[in-house]
Protein backbone atom coordinates (compact mmCIF):
# COMPACT_ATOMS: atom_id res chain seq x y z
CA UNK A 1 0.00 0.00 0.00
CA UNK A 2 0.94 3.49 -1.07
CA UNK A 3 -0.31 6.41 1.01
CA UNK A 4 -0.78 9.33 -1.75
CA UNK A 5 -1.02 13.36 -0.54
CA UNK A 6 -1.90 16.01 -3.66
CA UNK A 7 -0.73 19.80 -3.41
CA UNK A 8 -0.74 22.73 -5.92
CA UNK A 9 -4.56 22.97 -6.17
CA UNK A 10 -6.25 26.08 -6.09
CA UNK A 11 -8.18 29.72 -8.07
CA UNK A 12 -6.41 30.56 -11.51
CA UNK A 13 -7.82 32.78 -14.07
CA UNK A 14 -8.71 30.83 -17.95
CA UNK A 15 -5.30 30.67 -19.56
CA UNK A 16 -3.24 30.39 -16.52
CA UNK A 17 -1.53 27.53 -14.91
CA UNK A 18 -0.84 25.33 -11.90
CA UNK A 19 1.26 22.82 -10.92
CA UNK A 20 -0.09 19.89 -9.20
CA UNK A 21 2.28 17.47 -7.26
CA UNK A 22 1.59 14.03 -5.35
CA UNK A 23 3.99 12.96 -2.63
CA UNK A 24 3.96 8.91 -1.92
CA UNK A 25 4.91 7.35 1.00
CA UNK A 26 4.71 3.60 2.06
CA UNK A 27 6.04 0.81 -0.95
CA UNK A 28 8.43 1.77 -3.30
CA UNK A 29 7.21 4.25 -5.46
CA UNK A 30 9.13 3.31 -8.46
CA UNK A 31 7.15 0.05 -8.15
CA UNK A 32 4.09 1.79 -9.28
CA UNK A 33 2.33 3.43 -12.18
CA UNK A 34 1.11 6.80 -10.99
CA UNK A 35 -2.23 7.97 -12.58
CA UNK A 36 -4.32 11.69 -12.00
CA UNK A 37 -7.67 11.60 -12.31
CA UNK A 38 -10.45 14.74 -11.56
CA UNK A 39 -14.18 14.82 -10.85
CA UNK A 40 -16.55 17.91 -11.39
CA UNK A 41 -19.32 18.33 -9.45
CA UNK A 42 -22.34 15.75 -10.76
CA UNK A 43 -19.81 14.27 -12.87
CA UNK A 44 -17.72 11.32 -13.14
CA UNK A 45 -14.32 10.97 -12.18
CA UNK A 46 -12.41 11.44 -15.34
CA UNK A 47 -8.88 10.19 -16.05
CA UNK A 48 -6.44 12.60 -17.41
CA UNK A 49 -2.95 11.68 -17.46
CA UNK A 50 -1.16 8.39 -16.31
CA UNK A 51 2.96 7.85 -16.12
CA UNK A 52 5.03 4.65 -16.31
CA UNK A 53 7.55 3.23 -13.21
CA UNK A 54 9.75 4.33 -14.73
CA UNK A 55 8.52 7.60 -16.14
CA UNK A 56 9.68 6.78 -19.63
CA UNK A 57 5.62 6.00 -21.01
CA UNK A 58 3.10 8.74 -20.48
CA UNK A 59 -0.51 8.81 -21.85
CA UNK A 60 -3.22 11.93 -21.71
CA UNK A 61 -7.00 12.37 -21.84
CA UNK A 62 -7.66 14.08 -25.66
CA UNK A 63 -9.01 16.91 -23.21
CA UNK A 64 -6.16 17.48 -22.18
CA UNK A 65 -3.34 16.78 -24.48
CA UNK A 66 -0.96 19.45 -25.19
CA UNK A 67 -1.84 21.26 -22.55
CA UNK A 68 -0.87 19.27 -19.48
CA UNK A 69 2.40 17.00 -19.02
CA UNK A 70 2.60 14.21 -16.15
CA UNK A 71 6.07 13.72 -14.69
CA UNK A 72 7.77 11.71 -11.90
CA UNK A 73 10.56 12.03 -9.78
CA UNK A 74 11.07 8.77 -7.89
CA UNK A 75 14.39 10.11 -5.76
CA UNK A 76 11.48 12.31 -4.41
CA UNK A 77 8.77 9.70 -4.17
CA UNK A 78 6.47 12.37 -6.33
CA UNK A 79 4.31 12.46 -9.65
CA UNK A 80 3.81 16.15 -10.88
CA UNK A 81 0.99 17.17 -13.40
CA UNK A 82 2.15 20.61 -14.77
CA UNK A 83 -1.47 22.20 -16.41
CA UNK A 84 -0.80 25.59 -18.75
CA UNK A 85 -4.19 26.87 -20.84
CA UNK A 86 -6.29 26.20 -18.00
CA UNK A 87 -10.02 26.83 -19.05
CA UNK A 88 -13.57 26.59 -16.71
CA UNK A 89 -13.73 23.14 -17.57
CA UNK A 90 -10.74 22.13 -16.47
CA UNK A 91 -12.66 23.03 -12.89
CA UNK A 92 -13.02 19.49 -10.88
CA UNK A 93 -11.21 18.23 -8.06
CA UNK A 94 -7.77 16.24 -8.88
CA UNK A 95 -6.65 13.38 -7.67
CA UNK A 96 -3.75 11.17 -7.99
CA UNK A 97 -3.30 7.56 -7.82
CA UNK A 98 -0.93 4.73 -7.83
CA UNK A 99 -1.29 1.38 -10.08
CA UNK A 100 0.70 -1.72 -9.47
CA UNK A 101 0.21 -2.45 -12.81
CA UNK A 102 2.90 -2.30 -16.35
CA UNK A 103 2.24 0.31 -18.03
CA UNK A 104 0.09 3.14 -18.26
CA UNK A 105 -3.43 1.89 -17.12
CA UNK A 106 -6.57 4.69 -17.82
CA UNK A 107 -9.10 3.26 -15.75
CA UNK A 108 -9.69 3.76 -12.45
CA UNK A 109 -10.04 0.24 -11.49
CA UNK A 110 -6.50 -0.52 -12.06
CA UNK A 111 -5.40 1.77 -9.41
CA UNK A 112 -5.40 0.63 -5.83
CA UNK A 113 -4.47 3.62 -3.75
CA UNK A 114 -5.55 7.10 -3.75
CA UNK A 115 -4.95 10.21 -2.49
CA UNK A 116 -7.64 12.77 -1.13
CA UNK A 117 -7.84 14.95 -3.86
CA UNK A 118 -7.11 18.62 -4.38
CA UNK A 119 -9.11 21.32 -5.55
CA UNK A 120 -8.79 23.70 -9.03
CA UNK A 121 -11.03 25.77 -9.93
CA UNK A 122 -11.02 27.97 -12.98
CA UNK A 123 -12.71 31.21 -13.08
CA UNK A 124 -13.94 32.63 -16.89
Known amino acids: QVQLVESGGGLVQAGGSLRLSCAAS????????MGWFRQAPGKEREFVAA????????VYADSVKGRFTISRDNAKNTVYLQMNSLAPEDTAVYSC?????????????????WGQGTQVTVSS
Open 97 to 113: AASARVGVPRIPLSYGD
Open 26 to 33: GRTFSSYA
Open 51 to 58: VSRSGSGT
